[in-house]
């Protein structure tokens, strides 16, 4: 990422799944004067629902995604779950920084502190904390879109995120959807003032 522009921000949203991230995340990206494009991740899993290649990811093949990492076009990539990979692409982020605007990242706790590290002083590092694990479970099953053994894997790895909590800049409680976004924006805010 050499002879790059790198004045733009890093903003990552951070969380286990079924914490609300995702809503905050799309709340922000609609709110113009904070200048933000979303970070899309590669991954080797299948799309979902209504998802959309090159919007909601890139999806590419596992051996696709191999390469990638053999050629280290990543910042940061990880297995999240059994056989799926993820990972941003530094040409993700040369992108977003080349249209002069802040980056905005939904990924996971690993990869969020990965990029806190590689980039200390231009990343925001939020933690978005469900109200309980009971509540989460309750979400990832309204939301309809995973299969029983796949919310019970996404539930224990929520458990084992929550200790990451303290190791990001901040720690935002989603008990209230709309606290939750405007707490989000003002923090953006004033990180990229
Ligand atoms: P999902 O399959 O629900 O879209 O995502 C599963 C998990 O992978 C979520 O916690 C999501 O935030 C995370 N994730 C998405 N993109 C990336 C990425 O580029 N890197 C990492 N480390 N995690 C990601």
């Not at 609300?20 to 899309?40: A, M, W």
């Not at 990979?85 to 502190?113: Q, S």
């Not at 231009?122 to 879109?145: C, D, H, N, W, Y």
């Not at 929520?158 to 008990?175: G, P, Q, R, T, Y």
């Amino acid at each position: 990422m050499k002879g790059l522009n790198t004045t733009g921000k890093l903003i990552v949203f951070s969380a286990p799944s079924g914490s609300g991230k995702t809503t905050i995340v799309r709340y922000l990206l609609q709110q113009p004067e904070l200048d933000l494009d979303f970070s899309i991740s590669a991954t080797s899993r299948d799309s979902r629902g209504t998802e959309v290649h090159g919007e909601d990811y890139y999806f590419i093949s596992a051996a696709a995604f191999q390469k990638h990492i053999k050629n280290d076009d990543f910042i940061e990539w990880e297995e999240v779950y059994t056989n799926n990979y993820y990972g941003t692409l530094k040409k993700e982020v040369e992108r977003i920084w080349n249209l002069g605007k802040h980056v905005i990242f939904d990924i996971d706790v690993v990869g969020g502190l990965n990029i806190k590290n590689k980039f200390p002083e231009q990343t925001l590092a939020i933690f978005v904390q469900p109200p309980s694990i009971e509540e989460m479970e309750k979400r990832l099953r309204g939301r309809k879109t995973d299969s029983e053994e796949k919310i019970k894997e996404r539930v224990a790895k929520a458990s084992k995120e929550l200790k990451f909590a303290k190791d990001f800049d901040v720690i935002l409680v989603n008990d209230d959807l709309e606290k939750a976004q405007k707490e989000a924006f003002k923090l953006v805010e004033n990180f990229i003032k």
